[in-house]
C-alpha cells in the first residue's frame, strides 16, 4: 500500500478506534458514577481499582501524556497492539480470551481509577471555585510531572543496582519501585488533563459550548495525526508490570518525542542509502 493510501486508512481507522475509546470510557465513568459522588465511593474506587491492577500486573496501562509519548512513525508497526499476554493475533480461544482480558479488565480498571482518583480532586481541590480549582489542577500536574521527570534517572540507577544484587527480594522491590512511581505518574497526569479540560470549559467559546467542543476535538485530531502521534490518543496496546523498571533503560517515562523523530528520520536516510547503493552495484 503507497503511503499516501496507507496514511488514510491507519489514520482513519485510528479516529474510529479513538470514538470507541472515549464512549468506552464515558460508559466505565457513568457506571462508577452511579455508586456516587461521594469521598467514600471514590476512595473505594481508586483503592479497588488500585489493587487490582498492582496484583495483575497491569498498573502501568495507567498512564498518559504527558508522561506517554507513542509515536506513529514507523509503518509496518502501526497496527500492532499488544495485549496483557502478547498473544498472537489468529482465530484462537487464547487469542479472544487475552483481547477480552486486556480490554474489559486491565483497561476497564485503569479507566475506573482514573475516575476514582478525577472524583477526588474534584471533591477536595476548592470545589466551590472551578476555574481556582483548574489551574491549580494544571498548575500541580505539571509540577510533580517535572519533579517525575528528574528522578526518574536516580532512580533507574538505583534500579539496576538491585539487578545486579543477590537479594531475595530484589523482584518485588523493583516492582514496588515501578509501582510508586506508575502511581506518581498517574496521579500527575490526571491533574494536567482535569485542569486542561475545565480551562477549555471555562475559557473556550464559553458562548457556545458545542462549537468549543467541536474546536478542541477538530484541533487536537489534526495536530496528532499532523505529528504523527495521533496512536497515544487512544493508548493501543498494553504492557505489564516490571518490564520499565527491568529494561535496562535510562529512563522510566517513554517521552522521546524529538529523539524519535530523529531516530526515524536516521534510520530512514540509511536505507535509502543503501538501496541506491545496491542499485549502482547492479
Not at 475509546?21 to 476512595?43: E, H, K, P
Not at 487490582?52 to 498512564?63: A, D, W
Not at 500492532?80 to 480498571?109: A, N
Amino acid at each position: 500500500m503507497s503511503s499516501p493510501i496507507f496514511y488514510i486508512v491507519s489514520r482513519l481507522c485510528s479516529y474510529i478506534l479513538s470514538i470507541a475509546v472515549v464512549n468506552y470510557w464515558r460508559g466505565v465513568w457513568g457506571f462508577v458514577d452511579l455508586s456516587g459522588i461521594t469521598l467514600r465511593s471514590a476512595g473505594l474506587t481508586t483503592a479497588i481499582s488500585t489493587s487490582v491492577l498492582v496484583i495483575s500486573r497491569g498498573l502501568c496501562n495507567c498512564l498518559a501524556p504527558p508522561l506517554v509519548t507513542i509515536s506513529d512513525l514507523v509503518k509496518e508497526d502501526y497496527f500492532k497492539i499488544p495485549t496483557r499476554f502478547k498473544s498472537k493475533p489468529r482465530s484462537s480461544l487464547k487469542f479472544y480470551m487475552d483481547v477480552g482480558f486486556s480490554v474489559v479488565f486491565i483497561r476497564g480498571f485503569a479507566i475506573a481509577q482514573w475516575r476514582g482518583v478525577w472524583t477526588l480532586l474534584d471533591l477536595l481541590l476548592t470545589p466551590g471555585d472551578a476555574f481556582l480549582s483548574a489551574w491549580l489542577s494544571l498548575v500541580a500536574g505539571n509540577i510533580l510531572t517535572i519533579f517525575l521527570f528528574v528522578i526518574q534517572w536516580p532512580i533507574m540507577y538505583l534500579a539496576r543496582k538491585l539487578r545486579v544484587s543477590h537479594t531475595k527480594v530484589k523482584f518485588i522491590a523493583l516492582l514496588a519501585i515501578e509501582d510508586l512511581m506508575t502511581f506518581c505518574g498517574m496521579v500527575a497526569a490526571i491533574l494536567v488533563w482535569r485542569g486542561c479540560w475545565q480551562l477549555y470549559d471555562q475559557c473556550l467559546i464559553v458562548d457556545d459550548t458545542e462549537l468549543s467542543l467541536w474546536v478542541s476535538h477538530g484541533a487536537a485530531a489534526v495536530l496528532g495525526m499532523a505529528m504523527l502521534h495521533y496512536l497515544v490518543f487512544i493508548q493501543a496496546g498494553l504492557f505489564k508490570d516490571g518490564e520499565v523498571i527491568n529494561s535496562g533503560e535510562q529512563t522510566f517515562f517513554d517521552t522521546r518525542f524529538i529523539t524519535n523523530f530523529i531516530q526515524h528520520t536516521l534510520d530512514k536516510n540509511k536505507k535509502t542509502s543503501e538501496k541506491r547503493a545496491e542499485t549502482q552495484e547492479c
